[in-house]
């Protein structure tokens, strides 16, 4: 992970997840690194908590629940407002969760939607007008491996599955318009096959640190590779 004071200095990076293990050490590593971040949680409760652990300066947290689009266009012109223009988004909303084939709860396949694809692509599609308008900003996903998929039920794998062609196809309509040439989709593919443990985290954030400067649109190789 880069120890650089200044190596985020002038981004507004908004994150998807940053109550998960892997998006709050992002968020942390930002603020380390001279950034200021715009921090979405889907469940009230969380905004107490992920502010006590982040503090109030340069940072902002919000509710953003997985389908509320007007709730996600707020809290992008929240973001705007009170930190600067958004340069960056980090959607790393997840959830892995092993189960037994055919074992899964009734609603595990909206759960895995809502948590892998939907947290993350309605903000960022919230954002876009915005970045659009600037010409500038990148939008990075977290997606998964092979070892990863591997490990994952047939729920979360299809939730996954439709982060990476989501991804694919942002990247794609970004990269073919001479409008928005300065905003970039972007993919991290972690490759692991259970629960991230602390190095996997730390090679992982400082993959994203890097993302978030110059970038090629596409996919990136997996963190730590």
Do not use: Y
């Amino acid at each position: 992970m880069t120890t650089s004071a200044n190596g985020c200095r002038g981004h507004v990076v908004v994150i998807a997840g940053a109550t998960g293990r892997l998006g709050s050490a992002l968020a942390r590593a930002v603020l380390a690194n001279g950034g200021k971040v715009a921090a979405a949680v889907r469940k009230p409760w969380q905004v107490v908590k992920l502010r006590e652990q982040l503090g109030t300066e340069g940072v902002l947290v919000g509710l953003v629940p997985s389908l509320d689009t007007e709730a996600a266009a707020g809290f992008a012109k929240g973001a705007n407002d009170a930190l600067g223009p958004v340069t960056a988004f980090v959607g790393a909303a997840g959830t892995f969760a092993p189960r037994t084939p055919g074992r899964e709860p009734g609603s595990d396949l909206v759960d895995q939607l809502e948590a892998n694809l939907l947290a993350n692509a309605t903000l960022a599609r919230a954002l876009l007008p915005g970045l659009r308008k600037r010409r500038r900003g990148r939008l990075v996903f977290v997606g998964a491996g092979s070892a990863c998929l591997a490990a994952g039920s047939a729920t979360f794998v299809a939730a996954k599955e439709a982060v990476h062609g989501f991804v694919r196809a942002l990247a794609a309509d970004l990269a073919s318009d001479p409008a928005v040439r300065g905003v970039e989709a972007t993919m991290l593919q972690p490759d692991f096959a259970a629960r991230m443990g602390d190095a996997e985290i730390a090679s992982t954030v400082a993959a994203l640190l890097a993302a978030l400067g110059p970038a090629a649109p596409g996919v990136l190789s997996p963190a730590g590779s």
